[in-house]
């Protein structure tokens, strides 16, 4: 289109040339007392020189008007450029550990620096290595009020780095209080919820940590083990860390349902309902657990519950030996029933089957004192001896257990299998010396 213009431009100044050239004419300008005349040729030539004149002289006054602006631009150009050059040169410092002379170079021109809030993030770090927290935390203050509004994603950075840096720095309790704002400004922020579950975990805030677990699962700030072991761990500390009895029952009804049929957050639990003598709710509790699933923690605790009915429950625990016969917890837990109820004999043969599996300290502690309570003193030092060995070395495989005389004497070898569970009133009898008679009961 622009070439057919000029085409039909220079076509028509041709052809007016022509008319001209045939029929110059002339082009009179009077003013008295003066007068010019000339051909029209001329006329228009020098109406042509004096537009291009006219029209330079404009564009060197507009440039002598606009060229201090220009200047000024110039200079803005030049500072930016530098600006951005000590970003570059204070970062390569700050990776070559050179806190100081980094901070120094991430500082300059940052009012003509497009990354102000990144120089001075970085300028806060590089304070921290220095155990600087006071100009960290004045860097940190300027990058926020370079930032936009609490809810923009720049200011989001600028708080999770104080958090990370307070916590890196052993503030643990800033750290925590940073999290806590931020996460009301973005309760759905992956990196946030990280941030305030390490920290809640960290000071063992456990309710709290539950609850910002609750509310935050469905927006995956950790993956599903992990968010499931935290949780499960926050569980079982609560319940550990209860005061008193309503405490604890406050804080096993505030639990997610999910908690309540896991192993280690029952075994918690229960542990707690037994230090504060609640036995007979202790039992209930971990017979139904038992009765969905088989765990060696939860019928090791079994063996520690005093009901008034010892007896149900030696009962109970036999019911598990025909699927668990060889298991070191139950003949542990059996040996502990079997006291409590008396039978003696019982106790030593399930307690010296514990110990012959070997990988039961607790079972050398309880036979150790079961010997001791028969007056065989003798045997309980051999047998306390070999469970420390057995803590020790964690070899007691090929260990045997040093019977007392009276077994020695009949060659009697240790079973590996549960005993017999035959058991009468008679293994309550008492000796002529008054105490329990120390022979086994089979």
């Not at 004096?50 to 002289?57: E, G, P, T, W």
């Not at 003798?378 to 009276?406: F, V």
Request: hydrophobic content about 40%.
């Amino acid at each position: 289109m622009r070439f057919l213009l000029i085409l039909f431009i220079a076509l028509s100044a041709g052809i007016g040339l022509t008319i001209l050239a045939e029929n110059p004419g002339y082009v009179l300008i009077m003013r008295e007392p003066w007068s010019i005349e000339t051909s029209v040729m001329i006329f228009i030539l020098a109406l042509f020189i004096s537009f291009i004149i006219f029209y330079l002289l404009i564009r060197l006054l507009n440039k002598l008007i606009s060229a201090p602006e220009g200047v000024r631009r110039w200079q803005r150009l030049r500072s930016k450029d530098q600006a951005i050059e000590y970003t570059r040169k204070g970062l390569v410092e700050t990776i070559k550990g050179n806190w100081t002379q980094a901070e120094k170079l991430l500082t300059k021109k940052l009012e003509d620096n497009p990354l102000a809030e990144l120089n001075l993030l970085s300028a806060a770090w590089n304070a921290q290595q220095e155990e600087d927290f006071q100009k960290r935390d004045d860097y940190l203050d300027e990058a926020s009020k370079l930032g936009s509004p609490p809810s923009d994603d720049t200011e989001m950075a600028i708080g999770i780095a104080q958090c990370t840096m307070q916590h890196l720095a052993g503030q643990t309790e800033q750290a925590l209080a940073t999290a806590r704002s931020l996460s009301e400004v973005a309760p759905t922020n992956p990196a946030i919820m990280r941030s305030l579950i390490k920290l809640l975990t960290q000071t063992e805030q456990w309710q709290e940590l539950l609850s910002v677990i609750a509310s935050t699962s469905r927006h995956h700030p950790l993956n599903e083990n992990d968010l499931s072991t935290i949780q499960t761990l926050a569980a079982t500390k609560l319940l550990a860390s209860s005061n008193n009895i309503s405490v604890l029952e406050q804080n096993w009804q505030i639990l997610p349902r999910s908690s309540h049929k896991q192993v280690t957050v029952i075994a918690s639990y229960c542990r707690t309902l037994l230090r504060f003598d609640k036995h007979n709710e202790a039992e209930t509790q971990l017979r139904s657990a038992l009765k969905k699933q088989w765990s060696e923690e939860l019928i090791e605790i079994y063996g520690q519950v005093k009901t008034d009915d010892p007896g149900a429950q030696l009962k109970y625990a036999e019911s598990l030996l025909a699927e668990h016969p060889t298991d070191s917890q139950l003949m542990l837990c059996m040996g502990r029933l079997a006291i409590q109820n008396q039978l003696w004999g019982m106790a030593r043969s399930f307690l010296e089957v514990a110990v012959q599996n070997g990988d039961n300290n607790e079972a050398f502690l309880e036979l150790a004192r079961l010997h001791e309570s028969l007056d065989e003193n003798d045997s309980a030092l051999k047998i306390y001896k070999r469970g420390l060995e057995n803590c020790l070395n964690n070899q007691s495989q090929d260990l045997t257990l040093q019977q007392n005389p009276r077994l020695e004497s009949q060659g009697a070898e240790l079973e590996t299998h549960a005993p017999s569970l035959a058991y009468s009133n008679e293994s309550k009898l008492k000796c002529p010396c008054c105490r329990p008679c120390s022979g086994k009961v089979f």
